[in-house]
Nanobody
């Protein structure tokens, strides 16, 4: 069983930045496929970014150039650096891990508003 705990969310003005963290339990973190998804009110959950165990990354088109996913295997933690935030980035952000099974964090609110 893998537990994921997100942190770093909150409120920010348009153009601002936030860094989300996802701390994972377990001893095989370096083998985990990690990702971030988000869900805005009234919308379906959508992919934000993913990072493989080897460090390869992929992003949704609307996040390219603004968001950066990374991982620190020594700390069992994945990150999402979000820059140039827009009001449409407002959503609950979920950490995702896959290693044999799929795991989700509880979600963390990000609000972008002036």
């Amino acid at each position: 069983q893998v537990q994921l705990v997100e942190s770093g969310g909150g409120s920010v003005q348009p153009g601002g930045s936030l860094r989300l963290s996802c701390a994972a339990s377990g001893s095989d973190f370096s083998l985990y496929y990690m990702g971030w998804y988000r869900q805005a009110p009234g919308k379906q959950r959508e992919l934000v970014a993913i990072i493989s165990s080897s460090g390869s990354t992929n992003y949704a088109d609307s996040m390219k150039g603004r968001f950066t996913i990374s991982r620190d295997n020594a700390k069992n933690t994945a990150y999402l650096q979000m820059n140039s935030l827009k009001p449409e980035d407002t959503a609950v952000y979920y950490c995702y891990a896959q290693f044999v099974n799929q795991y989700w964090g509880q979600g963390i609110q990000v609000t972008v508003s002036s």
